[in-house]
């Protein structure tokens, strides 16, 4: 019906932007806000190239030590260049993503909503781009990721979350 047609388009709108949202949270080094855009659910899975973090804790975990690699990274440029003008006198909270940069552009959505609406799978194509920083050989380089990001979506208390998530970097 017109109804259920108009029903699925906003459902696709709502997967789009929790998408956006955790892109957003990952260009800006918000990872204490991603958890919250994940179901509650024990069985979540986050996949990439080199593995995968499987349960709650396993993905709670990964989004940890991203926080905690964006702090030392942050404390790191500091403690470098401490007496540049947009350095000196500032605090790690003020200064918090100094150093992180990334970039990640969500393009070309395909997004299948299940027929009773509870669920969803999308699919996404990202041009972006990172700063890379080895932190034993203290060097720092830009690299073009193209990556792919394939999910699984479920309807959760009022709210359209991750279920399971697959970013595979070309």
């Known amino acids: ?21 955790i892109a957003q949270c990952d260009l800006l080094a918000d990872y204490d806000l991603v958890p919250q855009f994940w179901s509650s659910r024990e069985d979540i899975c ?24 964006t702090k030392k990274l942050t404390a790191r440029v500091m403690e470098k260049w401490a007496d540049h003008p947009n350095v000196k006198g500032k605090t790690a909270d003020e200064m918090y993503g100094a ?15 299940a027929e009773d609406g509870k669920s969803a799978k999308g ?5 972006g781009f990172a700063l890379r920083h080895d932190y034993v050989k203290g060097t720092v380089d ?29």
């Open 99 to 113: 150093g992180y940069v990334k970039g990640t552009d969500m393009h070309t959505p395909i997004i299948e909503v």
């Open 46 to 69: 986050l996949g990439m190239n080199n593995g995968y973090f499987k349960g709650a804790e396993a993905v709670k975990g990964y989004y940890q030590q991203k926080l905690e690699n």
């Open 142 to 170: 830009v690299a073009w990721m193209w990556e792919k990001y394939g999910g699984d979506f479920v309807y959760e208390n009022g709210e359209w979350r991750f279920l399971r998530l697959l970013i595979c970097m070309d």
């Open 123 to 127: 699919l996404w194509y990202t041009p």
């Open 1 to 21: 019906t017109p109804q259920e047609m108009a029903d699925r388009c906003l459902i696709i709108r709502e997967v789009q932007n929790v998408v956006g949202k």
